[in-house]
């Protein structure tokens, strides 16, 4: 068999250049320099006075992990995949041959981001980047949650009142520490609802509840562009309306929150309107009567705008394929958050190619 030399590689890195590399459209949009200060600093690395393999460049595997969030790869599947593929090598800056970086070397790197709580700082940097291009947060924001499924528990009933009392996999399983390390005490189970379809004779059927276990993402979006602004993740249980004070943000220009109607409460309205903001979240159906027409006009309105969030976790979902693999919530926030950065990611792509278009 021939072997291809450095110029067929070098032919063959063009044609993929000419076949519109995606990767190379992500890396002359989106400067992943200006990550390296809070990376370097995140990170620690020593100066290897001690010797041993020197680390891999925090940017590049930073962008390791963006492409692990777009794809929904494992870090074994990544491990792969960064060797395999061409022009996944030249977008992360390896070169062909060389060392790349294993699924433990990119594990810990991810655990050292997390545990120095430097991935939503590097969140935070992507926006203020977004504010510096033009892309300020404007046009009020819409508030919802979705919840993020986890590989299901499978646990005693003591076992399961064990953990609702916040006790530790440690505690409740304190001579089997193989079994507590695979146990996630943090996410939990709930109850997703499904509106009934009506029947071809006309009758409303009757709505399902598909229980679900997980965690919860709730986010904020600016209604101009659709970026994220601001996530929190929680465990799956957690009501939607005690997250509204959590994500919604005081720099958007406008002053309108959209939110379904489990944000409605007493308490949210009055924060809302102490925050100087103007609630344009659902209303619920009066008890014992039918819904009002103005109020079944009204939310009809603010569904058209509400919608749009609902496209956010659609992609995210089904084109980057959101799960959570690992046990706990602190790892579980991680993904959300890395997931979160990668989706503003590509809509800034799509910002970008729609204004070079037009």
């Given at each position: 068999?021939?072997?291809a030399?450095?110029?067929?590689?070098?032919?063959?890195?063009?044609?993929?250049?000419?076949?519109?590399?995606?990767l190379?459209?992500?890396?002359?949009i989106i400067?992943?320099?200006?990550?390296?200060?809070?990376?370097?600093?995140?990170?620690?690395?020593?100066?290897?006075?001690?010797g041993?393999?020197?680390?891999?460049?925090?940017?590049?595997?930073?962008?390791?992990?963006?492409?692990?969030?777009?794809?929904?790869?494992?870090?074994?599947?990544?491990?792969?995949?960064?060797?395999?593929?061409?022009?996944?090598?030249?977008?992360?800056?390896?070169?062909?041959?060389?060392?790349?970086?294993?699924?433990?070397?990119?594990?810990?790197?991810?655990?050292?981001?997390?545990?120095?709580?430097?991935?939503?700082?590097?969140?935070?940097?992507?926006?203020?980047?977004?504010?510096e291009?033009?892309?300020?947060?404007?046009?009020?924001?819409?508030?919802?949650?979705?919840?993020?499924?986890?590989?299901?528990?499978?646990?005693?009933?003591?076992?399961?009142?064990?953990?609702?009392e916040?006790?530790?996999?440690?505690?409740?399983?304190?001579?089997?520490?193989?079994?507590?390390?695979?146990?996630?005490?943090?996410?939990?189970?709930?109850?997703?609802?499904?509106?009934?379809?009506p029947?071809?004779?006309?009758?409303?059927?009757?709505?399902?509840?598909?229980?679900?276990?997980?965690?919860?993402?709730?986010?904020?979006?600016?209604?101009?562009?659709?970026?994220?602004?601001?996530?929190?993740?929680?465990?799956?249980?957690?009501?939607?309306?005690?997250?509204?004070?959590?994500?919604?943000?005081?720099?958007?220009?406008?002053?309108?929150?959209?939110?379904?109607?489990?944000?409605?409460?007493?308490?949210?309205?009055?924060?809302?309107?102490?925050?100087?903001?103007?609630?344009?979240?659902?209303?619920?159906?009066?008890?014992?009567?039918?819904?009002?027409?103005?109020?079944?006009?009204?939310?009809?309105?603010?569904?058209?705008?509400?919608?749009?969030?609902?496209?956010?976790?659609?992609?995210?979902?089904?084109?980057?394929?959101?799960?959570?693999?690992?046990?706990?919530?602190?790892?579980?926030?991680?993904?959300?958050?890395?997931?979160?950065?990668?989706?503003?990611?590509?809509?800034?792509?799509?910002?970008?190619?729609?204004a070079?278009?037009?």
């Amino acid at each position: 068999m021939r072997q291809a030399g450095l110029f067929g590689l070098s032919e063959h890195l063009k044609r993929l250049s000419a076949n519109g590399d995606p990767l190379e459209e992500l890396g002359l949009i989106i400067d992943f320099e200006a990550f390296r200060q809070t990376l370097v600093a995140a990170v620690a690395y020593g100066d290897g006075a001690k010797g041993g393999r020197p680390p891999y460049d925090p940017v590049a595997m930073f962008k390791v992990l963006i492409l692990a969030a777009q794809n929904n790869l494992s870090d074994g599947r990544m491990e792969y995949l960064i060797r395999d593929r061409l022009s996944w090598m030249r977008f992360l800056g390896f070169d062909l041959g060389a060392a790349t970086p294993d699924a433990n070397t990119i594990r810990m790197f991810r655990e050292r981001l997390t545990a120095a709580g430097a991935l939503d700082t590097l969140f935070a940097d992507f926006d203020r980047h977004l504010k510096e291009r033009g892309y300020l947060p404007m046009g009020g924001q819409i508030v919802d949650a979705t919840l993020v499924a986890a590989p299901k528990q499978r646990n005693t009933e003591p076992e399961k009142a064990a953990i609702k009392e916040g006790r530790t996999a440690a505690e409740i399983w304190p001579d089997a520490p193989a079994r507590a390390a695979q146990k996630d005490t943090d996410a939990r189970w709930t109850l997703k609802f499904a509106k009934g379809r009506p029947a071809t004779d006309g009758k409303r059927q009757i709505d399902i509840a598909i229980p679900s276990f997980g965690y919860k993402s709730s986010i904020a979006i600016c209604r101009a562009f659709g970026f994220i602004r601001k996530g929190k993740t929680t465990d799956g249980a957690r009501f939607d309306g005690r997250m509204l004070r959590d994500v919604v943000t005081n720099d958007n220009t406008a002053s309108d929150v959209w939110a379904d109607t489990a944000y409605r409460s007493q308490a949210n309205e009055k924060w809302l309107k102490a925050q100087g903001r103007v609630s344009r979240v659902h209303r619920r159906k009066p008890r014992g009567t039918p819904m009002p027409e103005h109020i079944r006009r009204g939310n009809a309105t603010k569904s058209k705008v509400r919608a749009r969030v609902e496209h956010v976790f659609a992609q995210q979902k089904a084109k980057m394929g959101l799960f959570i693999r690992t046990i706990g919530i602190k790892r579980a926030e991680a993904k959300i958050t890395l997931v979160n950065l990668a989706y503003n990611m590509n809509r800034l792509i799509f910002h970008e190619r729609r204004a070079t278009m037009g």
